[in-house]
């Protein structure tokens, strides 16, 4: 078992419409390497030279990245990253 | 037809108007643009807007319709008042309070939920639904009844009991997450892409954001097509205040109005303010806070539009500043005493911060300053028991002579 980093509707034309992909990695950086390696296209739509574009939210378990250690947030198998972009609220 | 297209407000990539909200090449999000060319004679613009009816729908040429679309019940058109009283304890020019707890569900959510569900039933939507502090919840559960649409309702579990009654009273199916806002909306993000539901303020956003376009044209019509000096609003995801910005550029752009634009002030409680500290640390990105404050309404740890929100107080020689609790009660009971007007605790944080400028020599003896009061106090009643305390007396005339002092030295 990896972590499974979920898709967000908008980028699944370049995931052949898979909304989870499976990598083993150590932290989210990792993560979203392998995945950028696996769907051609993934990497521009999700960072801007080199940093996550900055209406793009990742969560782990449910927990904002910023609120850990960004992109060197741990993982660890089983936990389950979400890309989503930012929405205002009300 | 004005509106023509969604627009990225990032890479300005252009896209069909439908229920879309995110732009596909950098995640930015979508704004509806409009082609106003034909709308070239400002004296008729505003004959027709005054000819209107007393609803955000005067403003029908300046939001995403093509004609006036079917509503059940319709918000705006509330009052705009000078206070004497609030100018003069403050020490400042003129000061003008909008009332938009004058709305059909008592908040300015109204106008952009009329202006969403609408959307949403010209779009084929069944259903709508939202993430919710509490106001757009009433609002959505209210418009939806009106419309005959089915609507699902996500609010933070620990709301306030007046906006969760207040809500669940209209039959909607009310969920309650065990999180903070900023889960909720989460939730609804990844939820909006599973169903085929118009979530107001996540698929819909971009018509939805228009709606608070209309707290600009109003006061600008109000103050008889002129505009003030500084306005003063709340900030939570920051959409309201950057849309207030727009509605103002759009009628400087078509000629309705002329001037400038105002200074902005945006208003946050201390224990959610991740667009003040970005504002007072120069920086142009808002780093997400945990929100810990009784401005519920106003409680958005990771504010979307906080960017765009710096962006208009910076140009516009404004500010983002923010309130303690305390001084949001105070707030509360400054605006309450002197204009006759409870607000709730997001008009407390507003009422509050511009007590701060004006104590800190920010706003001018002639300026014309705009108070956006966006929500009744009826909704978060917590917020001012500890500062009511009724005299209890015997149903006896000598009981009440010997509790309850003279007023001005009148006899009883």
């Given amino acids: 078992m990896g972590v499974t980093v979920k898709i967000p509707a908008q980028l699944r034309a370049l995931t052949a419409n898979e909304a989870e992909a499976e990598v083993e990695a150590g932290s989210v950086g990792e993560a979203l390497e392998a995945v950028y390696e696996r769907y051609d296209g993934l990497r521009d739509r999700i960072t801007e030279d080199g940093e996550l574009r900055r209406f793009v939210n990742v969560y782990v378990g449910g927990e904002d990245i910023r609120f850990g250690d960004g992109l060197d947030t741990p993982v660890s198998d089983g936990d389950e990253i979400t890309i989503l972009p930012a929405v205002a609220g009300g | ?412």
């Fill in chain 2, 1 to 412: 037809m004005p509106a023509e297209a969604l627009k990225c407000k990032e890479c300005r990539e252009e896209y069909e108007l439908g229920a879309t909200y995110v732009c596909e090449h950098c995640f930015g999000p979508l704004e509806v643009s409009y082609d106003y060319s034909a709308l070239d004679d400002p004296a008729e613009l505003r004959r027709k807007i005054q000819a209107g009816p007393p609803s955000i729908w005067r403003y029908l040429d300046f939001l995403p319709f093509d004609g006036r679309p079917r509503t059940g019940i319709d918000a705006g058109f509330t009052p705009l008042i000078r206070s004497e009283r609030l100018a003069e304890r403050l020490g400042v020019g003129e000061v003008w309070v909008k009332n938009d707890a004058a709305n059909p569900t008592h908040s300015f959510k109204d106008r952009v939920v009329n202006v969403a569900v609408a959307k949403a039933r010209e779009l084929g939507f069944d259903v709508v639904a939202c993430a919710s502090t509490g106001n757009l919840a009433n609002a959505v559960a209210a418009h939806a009844a009106a419309a005959g649409l089915d609507s699902y309702v996500f609010v933070p579990a620990d709301l306030e009991e007046q906006k969760i009654l207040a809500t669940g009273v209209y039959g909607t199916r009310l969920v309650a997450v065990r999180g903070n806002y900023d889960d909720v909306n989460r939730l609804c993000t990844e939820l909006s892409a599973e169903h085929p539901w118009a979530f107001v303020n996540v698929n819909l956003r971009p018509y939805y954001a228009e709606g608070s376009k209309t707290l600009a044209f109003e006061v600008a019509e109000q103050l008889g097509f002129e505009l003030p000096d500084r306005v003063v609003s709340p900030v939570a995801s920051g959409s309201l205040f950057t849309k207030i910005a727009r509605g103002f550029e759009e009628w400087l752009d078509l000629g309705i109005i002329e001037g400038s634009l105002p200074a902005f002030h945006g208003a946050q409680a201390e224990g959610c303010s991740p667009v003040a500290q970005a504002f007072e640390a120069g920086h142009d990105i808002c780093r997400p806070v945990r929100p810990d404050t009784i401005a519920k309404s106003l409680a958005i740890g990771n504010p979307a539009d906080g960017v765009f929100a710096l962006e208009v107080a910076r140009r516009t020689g404004g500010s983002i500043d923010s309130v303690a609790d305390a001084e949001v009660v105070e707030g509360i009971r400054l605006l309450a005493e002197t204009t006759g007007i409870f607000t709730e605790t997001a008009g407390g944080v507003t009422t509050a911060v511009l007590a701060k400028l004006a104590q800190r020599g920010d706003i001018g003896a002639d300026d014309r300053v705009v108070l956006y009061i966006t929500g009744d106090g009826l909704k978060t009643l917590d917020a001012v028991r500890d500062i009511v305390t009724p005299y209890e007396v015997e149903p006896a005339v000598d009981s009440f002579a010997e509790t309850v002092p003279v007023a001005g030295g009148e006899r009883v």
